[in-house]
C-alpha cells in the first residue's frame, strides 16, 4: 500500500500547509509547473519525489524533471506529464500513445482546474491535482491524495489548502 500527494502548478511556492501533507504522504507526485527547485529540494528533504517539468519551468528544472514519467507504482501503471489533456480531449502530443498503450493512470497538470474522470473507452482514471500554488486564475488551491494498493487505486481525497 502506498499512500500518494498528488500536486502541480506549484509556480515556485510551498508553504507549511503543503509541507504538512508532504509529511503523510508515502510518495509525492509533481505534475509540472514547479516554478523552483526549492520547491522540489523541499519536497524530496522528507519523501521520495516523482514530477515532470512544465510549461514555465526553466532549463534547470527540465534538467531534474523530464517532459513525460511513466512507471509502476506497485501493480498500477502510471503516467504523468503536465500538458495532457483530458478524456475525450487529450493533448495531440499524447494522443498517439495514449491510445497505443494507455496507463491505468493518466495525470496531467497545467489547466489550474481539479478534475478526475474515468476513460471509459481506453480503461484509464484520469487525474488533475489542479492547483497548489498563488499564481494563475483559480480561486482554491487543491491537491489529491489517494492510495494505490496492487492494482487498486481507492481512498481518494480532495486537499482545499483555501483561497490563492
Request: charged residues 25%; hydrophobic residues 35%; contains cysteine.
Amino acid at each position: 500500500m502506498t499512500k500518494i500527494l498528488l500536486l502541480s502548478d506549484t509556480h515556485s511556492h510551498i508553504d507549511d500547509a503543503i509541507i504538512k501533507y508532504v509529511k503523510q504522504a508515502d510518495e509525492v507526485w509533481h505534475a509540472g509547473d514547479i516554478g523552483s527547485l526549492k520547491v522540489t529540494d523541499s519536497i524530496e528533504a522528507l519523501k521520495p519525489l516523482r514530477g515532470v517539468h512544465g510549461n514555465i519551468d526553466d532549463h534547470v528544472i527540465q534538467k531534474e524533471f523530464p517532459l513525460h514519467q511513466r512507471f509502476k507504482c506497485e501493480d498500477v501503471d502510471v503516467w504523468i506529464t503536465h500538458i495532457g489533456g483530458y478524456p475525450p480531449k487529450y493533448n495531440s502530443n499524447v494522443y498517439k500513445d495514449i491510445k497505443a498503450n494507455p496507463p491505468k493512470l493518466f495525470i496531467s497538470g497545467h489547466s489550474h482546474i481539479l478534475k478526475v474522470m474515468w476513460d471509459k473507452k481506453l480503461g484509464l482514471l484520469h487525474m488533475n491535482p489542479g492547483a497548489c500554488g498563488k499564481h494563475g486564475f483559480h480561486q482554491v488551491r487543491t491537491m489529491l491524495r489517494f492510495v494505490i494498493d496492487g492494482k487498486d487505486i481507492k481512498d481518494l481525497e480532495i486537499i482545499e489548502l483555501g483561497k490563492r
